[in-house]
């Protein structure tokens, strides 16, 4: 059977959105059929000026009602927040315009322990439509959880997992840096984290996606943060630091069971620590996977958006789903028409 090639709209031109848009241009040009944003000053311009390619006479445009979607199956890449009741309304409407849709939101990669009810109302409204919806990237989305559930594969045995992620936040972009506090008083970091203000957002919903993809039953998850403090001066691209101040932060979740099985996933996002990935599983034997350099979070979240899109749309399951109901997650070749 063959298959055209995917067709995607790209929602939400951030850092993240104009990384997607880039690399499902340079992948095929032909892909893109819609480019969707709010900001005055990116509605109009040619796509091709957002990305550093020539022209492509495909201007970005202020709603999904301006995208023609006379094609079969059409995908939105949706990158613009990490809050699940913030983004539904925009998944909603991408729907209602026939899109499935591959979203960057954090807290959308495994929604159904921590947000139940609006879960279910996003399940039974792409099934209605007979479309699917995903919330996937690099952490989560992978490193800390979809390669975690793979790899247990080797094992005939699991009770613990570990996951180390170490990454040189000096190296990422500035929201980002903005997010895990770098430059502030450590008084107001721990404030803020006291109102779950501030961190990472989607380290608790890792722990679940292993759980759930392991068939474990958790019967306590347990979140810690804390600062992590520069110890000189040092200028990243969002401000000075000098010692004393944030520099980034430490983030743990723990998952137990009531027979004894734990999931630790631990990640220090600050200036200037070597980057790592380290996945650890203790079985009836212990394996251990190591990154060195880890991966770098954008290039590969858009990346890794893309091919699920493309995942997706072969498979044509409707509801919303997780990295764990798509099969195995690859990175499909699409030509012109290619074979699915």
Known sequence: MTKQYSKFSVFG????????????YQTNPHSIIGVIDIDPEKIGNDIGLLINEKQTGLNVVSSIQEVKTNTDHPVALHATGSNLQQVWPQIKELLDHGFSVVSTCEQLSFSWDRYPEIAKEIDDYAKAKRLSVIGTGINPGFIMDTL???????????????????????????????KVGI?????????????????????EESVRLIAYGL????????????PTIAGENITVPLTSLKPGDVNGLHQVSKGKTSNGREICLDLTMSVGINQEDEIIIEGNETQRLIIPNGIFGDT????MVINTAKQIDAIRKPGLLTMTDI??????????FARI
């Open 327 to 336: 099969g195995l997650p690859r990175n499909i070749y699409q030509s012109e």
């Open 13 to 24: 031109l951030g850092p993240i959105g104009i990384e997607i848009l880039r690399s499902a």
């Open 215 to 226: 068939n474990w039953n958790l019967t306590s998850v347990k979140n810690t943060i804390e």
């Open 300 to 303: 590969a979240t858009a990346a």
């Open 183 to 203: 430059g502030m008083p450590k008084e107001e970091f721990e404030s803020l984290a006291e109102q779950n203000k501030i961190g990472h957002v989607g380290l």
């Open 148 to 178: 975690v559930i793979c790899f247990s594969t080797v094992l005939t045995t699991v009770n613990k997992i570990i996951v180390n992620r170490r990454v040189d936040v000096s190296k990422r972009r500035i929201p980002l840096q903005k």
